[in-house]
């Protein structure tokens, strides 16, 4: 997971050096029961890699996906049992916006 992830910031930043561009890192989502608990660890390894990182920017809203105990998304975001529920673009819109976007 590690080695995956390394792979991806090093991506990440060749396109930004490379294009000039502003990168904002939006998190796998949790949405399949089965997969969540490696989402989860995936996404908490990414924001702690990401947070050493001054030119790359995490999304920092999943953790507002899923209930209080971790183990099912909230809800309001579920949709199809594969995809969540677009209702979540608002706090995607949160999360950019502490970016001033």
């Known amino acids: 997971m590690e080695a995956v992830i390394d792979i991806y910031l090093q991506v990440l930043k060749d396109l930004q050096r490379e294009h ?5 890192v939006h998190p796998l989502m949790p949405v399949l029961d089965l997969t969540r608990p490696i989402v989860v660890q995936f996404n908490r390894l990414l924001a702690t890699k990401l947070l050493r990182e001054q030119t790359l ?45």
Request: negative net charge; hydrophobic residues 40%.
């Open 57 to 101: 920017h995490w999304l920092n809203f999943v953790n507002e996906l899923l209930t209080e105990d971790g183990n099912a998304l909230k809800a309001e975001y579920v949709f199809d049992g594969t995809h969540v529920h677009p209702c979540y673009v608002s706090l995607l819109q949160n999360a950019l916006a502490e970016y001033n976007l």
């Open 20 to 24: 000039g561009w502003q990168i904002y």
